[in-house]
């Protein structure tokens, strides 16, 4: 029986969709899956065809974490490469130019967490279980989790979820503010795909500045943070997107942006 790749690369228009694809073990992110991964996100940041990219999972998961099989086996100094590596991986994904969304099809714990954090829009299943028990297992989060999600829900939920090792439905992942949508199991990928069609007809100029601005301004003070709004902003008006949109809105029609389909 010939063995699954770990990760499915499929294209639909300008989107790419990136599968994790190992559902006997949950999707579970071995060395192997996680290399394979950077390198297929670092080619689609490449690739002028690609407007945006979704992760999912294959089965009932989306990532239910690192391989523990492999992972308890590591001495310190491997696992400080594992932990580097897995930084990589997630840095990469959160400084993309495009759009990244993570539809979360299952469960989504440890490095699972980790991957939906360093995407720009999470968007769950009804069926989704969120987590980050790495502390049951005697370590923490080792990929940039702990800062990501404080950032994101607050110092208070963070440890809780952290302390406990507590798995969360996705109506509490919502209310906490952890995903944007929640959504049927049914309808997820439809949902997914809808919005990453809505951002296509933007000015793709545009998306990445604004998002170059938003992931700027996390570890900036307010003017900082603000100065670069006000350089993006303008490098719109030096590109041709500016000129098209505007000039759409005055003739009322839809505008026509070169990498817009």
Known sequence: MSKLPPLKVQK????????????????????????????????????????????????????????????????????????????????????????????????????????????????????????????????IPGWGALPRITRLVGTAVTKELIFTGDIIDARRALEIGLINHLVDPDDLMGFVMDMARKIRLQSQFAVTRAKKVIDASVDRALDDACTVETDAFVACFEAGDQKEGMRAFLEKREPKFPNSR
């Open 12 to 139: 639909d228009s300008n989107l790419a969709i990136l599968t994790f694809n190992r559902p006997e073990v949950y999707n579970a992110l071995d060395t192997e899956t996680v290399t394979i991964t950077l390198s297929a996100v670092r080619e689609l940041e490449n690739d002028s065809t690609v407007t945006a990219i979704v992760f999912t999972g294959a089965g009932k998961a989306f990532v239910a974490g690192a391989d523990i099989a492999e992972m308890s086996r590591k001495t310190p100094a491997q696992a400080r490469a594992y932990a580097e590596l897995g930084h990589t991986l997630m840095r990469t994904i959160e400084r993309l130019s495009k759009p990244t969304i993570a539809a979360i099809n299952g469960y989504c714990l440890g490095g699972g967490m980790e991957v939906a954090l360093a995407s720009d829009i999470r968007i769950a299943s009804e069926t989704a279980r969120f987590g980050l028990p790495e502390t049951i297992l005697g370590i």
